[in-house]
């Protein structure tokens, strides 16, 4: 079984630009969830998606959205780039959304981003 | 709020040793916890949870850890450290309530000496 593929692995930007970054869960998976990992703030939870509906959002601004297809792939975008973005934005996929270990999360490799 | 706090960003072990990585977590309800391991340039992977039924965790890789309530510690270990065990580890904790969130602490960088 195919793991969690994360598209681009690597993006230069500049500031003021926007980017949008692909997840693809494992096959059966259909909540996904997106983090942020920067040397400053570690690893820090942005948002959840299950069957296309966000179920629950971290503590980012509303520069950073994201959306789910209906074959549970999503997008993460970030619009006006600060060079605090520079960051691993790591995707992570579950077979579902809570209860039980059922949602274990599985991350993909992640998408550096660096924001010039 | 949850928190998760790992004591030391950086150990070194010898070829051989113990490995022994602190977690401890606050949680207003029973907790799942995890401990992950990332290696250079990739993702998590995940070496063992704990999901209450057993407070003695076997993961991965030799590794495992215990769940002490009344310490509210998870703490991580390995009897033998391996060159291959040089990686960062992340314990984090998801409150049942909270869906799939995980909250992690700052991560401890192993370096294993030969």
């Known amino acids: 079984k195919a793991g969690v593929t994360q598209t681009p692995r690597y993006l230069i930007k500049t500031r003021g630009q926007q980017v949008t970054l692909s997840c693809s869960p494992i096959?059966?998976?259909?909540?996904v969830s997106w983090y942020q990992q920067t040397p400053g703030q570690g690893l820090q939870f942005l948002f959840e998606y299950f069957s296309e509906t966000q179920r629950n959002k971290g503590n980012f601004p509303g520069r950073f959205s994201g959306r789910q297809f209906s074959n549970s792939r999503s997008e993460m975008n970030v619009s006006t780039l600060e060079l605090g973005d520079s960051a691993l934005y790591l995707c992570?996929?579950?077979?579902?959304?809570?209860?039980?270990?059922?949602?274990?999360?599985?991350f993909g490799p992640g998408t550096r981003l660096t924001v010039l | 709020a949850q928190s998760v706090t790992q004591l030391g960003s950086h150990v070194s072990v010898s070829e051989g040793a113990l490995v022994l990585l602190r977690c401890n977590y606050s949680?207003?309800?029973?907790?799942?916890l995890f401990w992950y391991v990332q290696y250079p340039n990739q993702g998590l992977q995940l070496l063992l949870k704990y999901t209450s039924a057993a407070t003695l965790v076997k993961g991965i890789n030799g590794f495992e850890a215990e769940f002490k309530k009344s310490e509210t510690s998870f703490h991580l270990t390995k009897p033998s450290a391996h060159m291959s065990d040089a990686a960062e580890y992340f314990c984090a904790v998801r409150d049942r309530a909270a869906g799939n969130k995980l909250t992690f602490g700052g991560g401890t960088r192993v370096l294993v000496k030969p």
């Open positions: 992570a996929s579950s077979l579902a959304s809570a209860g039980g270990m059922a949602n274990e999360q599985f």
């Open positions: 949680s207003s309800v029973p907790p799942y």
């Open positions: 096959s059966g998976h259909r909540s």
